[in-house]
């Protein structure tokens, strides 16, 4: 006979009020007014900031913040809505905000409130993903989801798997590890355009530097990778991307495959970025080759508009995972396997690990292959709208047209300080967040669309705001 939850205690033994929890049946009862307070000043925080980063710049902001959270630790606390109400109001009021759609300087996406409303739920629960008896039916809904989504990206292998990471950093350095693991020492070949955490990741785990291809078009050189394969020695590991972060290009996949199999090289892609472009009927050919890697990075903190964190690492088969097997016998003991309790310890590099597939779960079912395809559509379409009013304007160069949502342009005839300059100060002001990209030896302004809600006078006032910045 199961024992019923009992209420949670009321006091402490001296009569000071004991914090509600927010899990069980009473937890929704204690979380419910809280929320309220939360959201009102998640509200008037981003009214008081008005804009899509605070102005003043680094020490204003700093400034703010001090005021309103020390004494961090008093020694008679506020009471929880007047924490709540100072401090989210306060980092709202002081946040980058990718929501405005004049924050476009990064892969720093504006989360859907369904999933923002799902991960809610998954705090609550606090489910830890390291052992079954710790989260029962999370354990089952990550298996489904990394199961489905590793169908996406292998469609023809019968039993593909993912696993769930923080974000393309962990994924690649999966990858790596996985190489090493199953040929040792494995030489890394990656184009000059390739993301950082590769390079991090190979000295991590004590392997030969990467060798870099110079990548002159934005993209590894078939020819060049052929050449460079040849005077190797194996085992060799090619690192393609489908994505960049400067540019958004994607590396000719097909053709880096059939080199790779000529060789005799494993392939991973980096597909943090463009790895969505799967649920679009309409631009999922740009991802031709995909399937052909030995392992996939994906990340749906991009163009999947998750809030941080939700990678991906996608192999093959499940076999695949093999070397990342480990026993604590605390968390999964022999016996305890051999009896079926799933073994998760072998699921991730992290022991304590929240259940961050539930908000991604809720995403596909919600929107479906259509809403998702919408999102995607909508978002790269803007990106090409914001090229053709920048080639428009005499005053601003285009770069090239975006293959994805990064569109990259400059005041025509600046100098490269002088564009540095301008992102700057628009920071400074407030009103426009820009990244910063080196290509074709030219510093150029970085817009990386992301908001599917941006309009086109949103996007007109953008770059009426980088021409009043030449104007300075």
């Given at each position: 006979?199961?024992?019923?939850?009992?209420?949670?205690?009321?006091?402490?033994?001296?009569?000071?009020?004991?914090?509600p929890?927010?899990g069980?049946?009473?937890?929704?009862?204690?979380?419910r007014?809280?929320?309220?307070?939360?959201?009102?000043?998640?509200?008037?925080?981003?009214t008081?900031?008005?804009?899509?980063?605070?102005?003043?710049?680094?020490?204003?902001?700093?400034?703010?913040?001090?005021?309103?959270?020390?004494?961090?630790?008093?020694?008679?606390?506020?009471?929880?809505?007047?924490?709540?109400?100072?401090l989210?109001?306060?980092?709202?009021?002081?946040?980058?905000?990718?929501?405005?759609?004049?924050?476009?300087?990064h892969?720093?996406?504006?989360?859907?409130?369904?999933?923002?409303?799902?991960?809610?739920?998954a705090s609550?629960?606090?489910?830890?993903?390291?052992?079954?008896?710790?989260?029962?039916?999370?354990?089952?809904?990550?298996?489904?989801?990394?199961?489905?989504?590793?169908?996406?990206?292998?469609?023809?292998?019968?039993?593909?798997?993912?696993?769930?990471?923080?974000?393309?950093?962990?994924?690649?350095?999966?990858?790596?590890?996985?190489?090493?693991?199953?040929?040792?020492?494995?030489?890394?070949?990656?184009g000059?355009?390739?993301?950082?955490?590769?390079?991090?990741?190979?000295?991590?785990?004590g392997?030969?530097?990467?060798?870099?291809?110079?990548?002159?078009?934005?993209?590894?050189?078939?020819?060049?990778?052929?050449?460079?394969?040849?005077?190797?020695?194996p085992?060799?590991?090619?690192?393609?991307?489908?994505?960049?972060?400067?540019?958004?290009?994607?590396?000719?996949?097909?053709?880096?495959?059939?080199?790779?199999?000529?060789?005799?090289?494993?392939?991973?892609?980096?597909?943090?970025?463009?790895?969505?472009?799967?649920?679009?009927?309409?631009?999922?050919?740009?991802?031709?080759?995909?399937?052909?890697?030995?392992?996939?990075?994906?990340?749906?903190?991009?163009?999947?508009?998750?809030?941080?964190?939700?990678g991906?690492?996608?192999?093959p088969?499940t076999?695949?995972?093999?070397?990342?097997?480990?026993?604590?016998?605390?968390?999964?003991?022999?016996?305890?396997?051999?009896?079926?309790?799933?073994?998760?310890?072998?699921?991730?590099?992290?022991?304590?690990?929240?259940?961050?597939?539930?908000?991604?779960a809720?995403?596909?079912?919600?929107?479906?292959?259509?809403?998702?395809?919408?999102?995607?559509?909508?978002?790269?379409?803007?990106?090409?709208?914001?090229?053709?009013?920048?080639?428009?304007r005499?005053?601003l160069?285009l770069?090239?047209?975006?293959?994805?949502?990064?569109?990259?342009?400059?005041?025509?005839?600046?100098?490269?300080?002088?564009?540095?300059?301008?992102?700057?100060a628009?920071?400074?002001?407030?009103?426009?967040?820009?990244?910063?990209?080196?290509?074709?030896?030219?510093?150029?302004?970085?817009?990386?669309?992301?908001?599917p809600?941006?309009?086109?006078?949103?996007?007109?006032a953008?770059?009426?705001?980088?021409?009043?910045?030449t104007?300075?």
């Amino acid at each position: 006979m199961r024992t019923p939850p009992s209420a949670p205690p009321r006091t402490q033994p001296t009569g000071t009020p004991l914090p509600p929890l927010a899990g069980g049946e009473h937890g929704p009862d204690a979380l419910r007014p809280l929320l309220a307070t939360v959201l009102d000043a998640l509200r008037d925080g981003a009214t008081r900031r008005g804009g899509p980063i605070p102005a003043g710049g680094p020490a204003h902001v700093a400034a703010q913040l001090r005021a309103a959270a020390e004494p961090v630790l008093p020694d008679e606390g506020t009471g929880p809505h007047q924490a709540l109400r100072t401090l989210v109001h306060a980092l709202t009021q002081g946040a980058a905000d990718p929501a405005h759609p004049h924050c476009a300087a990064h892969l720093h996406t504006p989360p859907l409130a369904l999933a923002v409303a799902a991960d809610l739920a998954a705090s609550a629960l606090n489910q830890s993903m390291d052992s079954w008896d710790q989260a029962p039916a999370a354990s089952v809904l990550e298996t489904l989801v990394t199961r489905a989504l590793a169908a996406e990206v292998y469609p023809r292998h019968p039993a593909p798997d993912a696993l769930v990471t923080t974000g393309g950093t962990e994924s690649n350095h999966l990858a790596l590890l996985l190489a090493r693991e199953r040929h040792g020492r494995v030489q890394i070949i990656c184009g000059a355009h390739t993301h950082h955490s590769v390079h991090r990741a190979a000295w991590l785990l004590g392997l030969p530097a990467p060798i870099t291809l110079p990548t002159p078009t934005g993209v590894i050189d078939p020819a060049a990778l052929d050449e460079a394969l040849s005077r190797l020695t194996p085992p060799l590991l090619v690192t393609a991307t489908a994505g960049t972060t400067d540019t958004g290009r994607i590396d000719p996949l097909p053709a880096i495959a059939d080199i790779c199999d000529t060789h005799g090289a494993e392939l991973h892609i980096d597909a943090a970025y463009g790895g969505p472009l799967l649920f679009s009927p309409t631009r999922r050919a740009a991802l031709d080759g995909l399937d052909r890697a030995h392992s996939v990075t994906l990340d749906l903190h991009k163009l999947g508009w998750q809030p941080i964190a939700a990678g991906l690492l996608a192999v093959p088969a499940t076999t695949d995972l093999t070397p990342l097997g480990h026993t604590a016998d605390y968390l999964n003991a022999d016996d305890d396997t051999e009896a079926g309790l799933p073994d998760l310890l072998g699921r991730s590099l992290r022991t304590t690990r929240r259940p961050d597939i539930l908000k991604t779960a809720v995403t596909l079912k919600a929107l479906g292959r259509t809403g998702l395809a919408a999102l995607i559509d909508h978002t790269c379409a803007a990106a090409q709208r914001l090229a053709d009013l920048i080639d428009a304007r005499p005053g601003l160069e285009l770069h090239e047209r975006p293959t994805l949502t990064t569109v990259l342009f400059r005041p025509t005839g600046a100098t490269d300080d002088t564009v540095a300059a301008i992102r700057r100060a628009l920071l400074t002001e407030g009103t426009t967040v820009l990244g910063r990209a080196h290509a074709d030896n030219r510093l150029w302004l970085k817009a990386t669309l992301l908001n599917p809600h941006a309009t086109p006078g949103d996007l007109e006032a953008l770059l009426t705001l980088v021409e009043g910045g030449t104007r300075r």
